[in-house]
């Protein structure tokens, strides 16, 4: 079993920054990647971004390139999700997962497990 804990979600306005953790803890921790989601009011859960762990190649959906990055802290079992510029269509909880091996990165159902997620509210 691995936990993971998302925590820096908040209130920003349009056009500042956050930046998002997820610490995981359980199992000998060896993801193939690390991948972040986000699921607004009364739509599907979206896709944002990941990074592969033993590359740290990190791929993002099209409407975050150039604002978003994924970093990591091996040593303290840590990805970190740093948003910038952020738009009011950003808005969304956002949660933290782990892929045991290679599948999907865009489905979620190629993700073994899930943190508790994280509001994040972009106001005008």
């Known amino acids: 079993q691995v936990q993971l804990v998302e925590s820096g979600g908040g209130l920003v306005q349009a056009g500042g920054s956050l930046r998002l953790s997820c610490a995981a803890s359980g199992r000998t921790f060896s993801p193939y990647a690390m991948g972040w989601f986000r699921q607004a009011p009364g739509k599907e859960r979206e896709f944002v971004g990941r990074?592969?762990?033993?590359?740290?190649?990190?791929y993002f959906t099209d409407s975050v390139k150039g604002r978003f990055t994924i970093s990591r802290d091996n040593a303290k079992n840590t990805v970190y999700l740093q948003m910038n510029s952020l738009k009011p269509d950003d808005t969304a909880v956002y949660y933290c997962?782990?892929?045991?091996?290679?599948?999907?990165?865009?489905?979620?159902?190629?993700?073994?497990?899930w943190g508790q997620g994280t509001q994040v509210t972009v106001s005008l």
């Open positions: 997962t782990f892929m045991s091996r290679y599948g999907d990165f865009g489905l979620p159902s190629a993700y073994d497990y």
């Open positions: 990074i592969t762990w033993s590359s740290s190649r990190t």
